[in-house]
Structures are given as structure tokens and as C-alpha cells.
Nanobody, 124 residues
Framework: QVQLAESEGGLVQPGGSLGLSCAAS????????MGWFRQAPGKGREFVAA????????TYADSVKGRFTISRDNAKNTVYLQMNSVKPEDTAVYYC?????????????????WGQGTQVTVSS
């Protein structure tokens, strides 16, 4: 049974930093591209960042480029999202997801497995 478990999010002040992790089990982690998505209240789920199987290739949504960093540790079956210089508009439930695509994918339909999500709130 595949499980993706995000770390606890939390409340962070604007301009601050927060790191998320997502531990995967029940799959061959290095065979999956990984992604982070988010969903704000009243909005659809949107792409945040993705990383290829080896960790060399990454891509980001324009809204987070230069502020967020995605990385992975295949030895630990874990993908990370480091969020810096956060803004109130980054407030959302954040989800990690796994895709069998060879390349990096940004669309939700290409992801087979999803975590439960973790709340991140940016507020003073």
C-alpha cells in the first residue's frame, strides 16, 4: 500500500521560512517523479514544484520561483519543500504527490499517489 505522509505544516509570519517533508512508503521511490501542490480555500489545486527521479531536474510555478526549493533524498524515500520569504498568498493546504512519468510533470492528472495534505498559514 502506497503512503505519502507530509510533515506537519504550521503558522509562519510573512517573510519567514518553513520546511515541509513527505515520506513515501510502499513504492520504489527512485522510480517516481515527485511534486508539491497546494490548494487555498475556494480555489483549485495548483502546481507548486516538481522534481525528477534522480533529483537533478526541478521546475517551479512562477509564483514561488526563487523562494521555494524542492529536493529529494532517495535513500530516505523523502521529498522536501523549503519555503522562504513566504507571503500571505502562500496560505494553503500543501500536498505531495508521486508520478510514474519519466520527466517532470506539472499537471495533477499525471500523479498517481497523493498525501493527505498539511496546512500552511502565513499570517502576522
Amino acid at each position: 500500500q502506497v503512503q505519502l505522509a507530509e510533515s506537519e505544516g504550521g503558522l509562519v509570519q510573512p517573510g519567514g521560512s518553513l520546511g515541509l517533508s513527505c515520506a513515501a512508503s510502499g513504492l520504489t521511490f527512485s522510480s517516481y517523479a515527485m511534486g508539491w501542490f497546494r490548494q487555498a480555500p475556494g480555489k483549485g489545486r495548483e502546481f507548486v514544484a516538481a522534481i525528477g527521479r534522480s533529483g537533478i531536474s526541478t521546475t517551479y510555478a512562477d509564483s514561488v520561483k526563487g523562494r521555494f526549493t524542492i529536493s529529494r533524498d532517495n535513500a530516505k524515500n523523502t521529498v522536501y519543500l523549503q519555503m522562504n520569504s513566504v507571503k500571505p498568498e502562500d496560505t494553503a493546504v500543501y500536498y505531495c504527490a508521486a508520478s510514474r512519468n519519466i520527466g517532470i510533470v506539472e499537471v495533477t492528472t499525471e500523479y498517481s499517489y497523493w498525501g493527505q495534505g498539511t496546512q500552511v498559514t502565513v499570517s502576522s
